[in-house]
């Protein structure tokens, strides 16, 4: 059975890192592309940044030279490291691990940036 789990999220104060991690299992190859989202109250949910299995990255630019995005084939895992927060990524973050041309969701990491 397919999971994806993140971690990492917490409460930070503005100019502060936070790391975001994502392990996917249940895949029985290594995995497509694989992305971070987020989603604040009363907004859409938006792509924050996207790695493909070939290590390219796109970012947002509201994110660009702030987070960096990497993976772990070896161990099915992504990972999101933040710095230089603003209270405006304040956000439940989630992962996206495409898989055959299935998209397959985490629960979300709650991310709150604030004095």
């Known amino acids: 059975q397919v999971q994806v789990v993140e971690s990492g999220g917490g409460l930070v104060q503005p100019g502060g890192s936070l790391r975001l991690s994502c392990v996917g299992s249940?895949?029985?190859?290594?995995?497509?592309?694989m992305s971070w989202y987020r989603q604040a109250p009363g907004k859409e949910r938006e792509l924050v940044a996207i790695?493909?299995?070939?290590?390219?990255?796109k970012y947002a630019d509201s994110v660009k030279g702030r987070f960096t995005i990497s993976r772990d084939n070896a161990k099915n895992a992504v990972s999101l490291q933040m710095n230089s927060l603003k209270s405006e990524d304040t956000a439940v973050y989630y992962c996206?691990?495409?898989?055959?041309?299935?998209?397959?969701w985490g629960q979300g990491t709650q991310v709150t940036v604030s004095s």
């Open positions: 996206k691990i495409l898989f055959w041309s299935h998209e397959y």
């Open positions: 249940g895949f029985t190859f290594n995995m497509d592309s």
């Open positions: 790695i493909t299995s070939a290590g390219g990255r």
